[in-house]
């Protein structure tokens, strides 16, 4: 199985912050990765796939990138409605496995 | 627009059984995979099974090993509904169950869309 390595669990930002978030699969994964967010409550939002595709209607202010084993997702400007948790998930072989979360909290 | 709902959920005895469903509208269902991922309460997401698009060539199920043996997926194509049929429920089970559409024909994929989930709790 490919293990998803998501840092840091859990962090916390100001409005207008930048935020980053790593995700490191156990093995190669080329680009098959995509980001979530998810709110307490809610079912996760898909914002990245391909690594770094946004998802149509997703703000500019969310960034991906990274392709192999090491990946980074950024919030260039963190807006209130951010707050949440934000998931990687590997899509290159089965089983299908995600990221343990990042909580992003308001400082 | 792409919906999602899911139902069938509820508590159910160890051992017991379910069939939770998951209603789709606003695309072509039989063209896309579908997959559903549960979240324990207070964890985070875990793949469950997926199952591909099914033009009537495919159609193919994969599951994940802790649930393997123990549940089915299926698709009733003229319906737009998914299915999973859970037999030999464990405390472990116990999670919100989402199903999502895969953003192609095959299970190796994002979920572009998820429902709104449906709690299933296994407790005597």
């Known amino acids: 199985d490919i293990q998803m390595t998501q840092s840091p669990s859990s962090l916390s930002a100001s409005v207008g912050d930048r935020v980053s978030i790593t995700c490191q699969a156990s093995q190669d994964i080329t680009n098959y990765l995509s980001w979530y967010q998810q709110k307490p409550g809610k079912a996760p939002k898909l914002l990245i796939y391909d690594a770094s595709v946004l998802e149509t209607g997703v703000p500019s202010r969310f960034r991906g990138s990274g392709s192999g084993t090491d990946f980074s997702f950024t919030i260039s400007s963190v807006q209130p409605e951010d707050f949440a948790t934000y998931y990687c998930?590997?899509?290159?072989?089965?089983?299908?496995?995600f990221g343990g979360g990042t909580k992003v909290d308001v400082k | 627009e792409v919906q999602l709902l899911e139902s069938g959920g509820g508590m159910v005895q160890p051992g017991g059984s379910l069939r939770l469903s998951c209603a789709a509208s606003?695309?072509?269902?039989?063209?896309?995979?579908m997959t559903w991922v549960r979240q324990a309460p207070g964890k985070g997401l875990e793949w469950v099974s997926s199952?591909?698009?099914?033009?009537?060539?495919?159609?193919?199920?994969y599951y994940a090993d802790p649930v393997r043996g123990r549940i089915t997926i299926s698709r009733d194509n003229p319906k737009n509904t998914l299915y999973l049929q859970m037999n030999s429920l464990r405390v472990e089970d116990t999670a919100v169950y989402y199903c999502?559409?895969?953003?192609?024909?095959?299970?190796?994929?994002?979920?572009?869309?998820w429902g709104q989930g449906t709690p299933v709790t296994v407790s005597s």
């Open positions: 999502g559409k895969s953003g192609s024909y095959y299970y190796n994929n994002w979920l572009d869309s």
């Open positions: 998930q590997q899509y290159d072989s089965l089983p299908l496995t």
């Open positions: 606003g695309f072509t269902f039989s063209s896309y995979a």
């Open positions: 199952i591909n698009g099914d033009d009537g060539s495919d159609g193919r199920a």
